[in-house]
């Protein structure tokens, strides 16, 4: 069993930063590629990075150049960056991992991010 803990959330003005973490624990094998997701209120669950186990970064449009994807293999840990925060970016973050060991990824349970004034 991998469980992943998302933390780092909170509530933050527009135009502020957060650092979200996101371990994971339990009986790993080799993590592939790990990523972010996020579901705002009343929409889909979408994509916002990803990151393999080279190091090898994606973001997607919405978020190039605010936010910065990484991660600590000898940890299992992943990181996001959010920088210069706006309000669409509130919604609650999943991490995801991806593992030899199945053909789908593992979840976390998310953590709430709120960009307010």
């Known amino acids: 069993q991998v469980q992943l803990v998302e933390s780092g959330g909170g509530l933050v003005q527009p135009g502020g930063s957060l650092r979200l973490s996101c371990v994971v624990s339990g009986s790993i094998s080799s993590l592939l590629t790990m990523g972010w997701s996020r579901q705002a209120p009343g929409k889909q669950r979408e994509s916002v990075a990803m990151i393999t186990s080279a190091g090898s970064a994606n973001v997607v449009d919405s978020v190039k150049g605010r936010f910065t994807i990484s991660r600590d293999n000898a940890k299992n840990t992943m990181f996001l960056q959010m920088d210069r925060l706006k309000p669409e970016d509130t919604a609650v973050y999943y991490c995801?991992?991806?593992?030899?060991?199945?053909?789908?990824?593992?979840w976390g349970k998310g953590t709430l991010v709120t960009v307010s004034s």
């Open positions: 995801y991992v991806w593992t030899r060991a199945r053909t789908e990824p593992y």
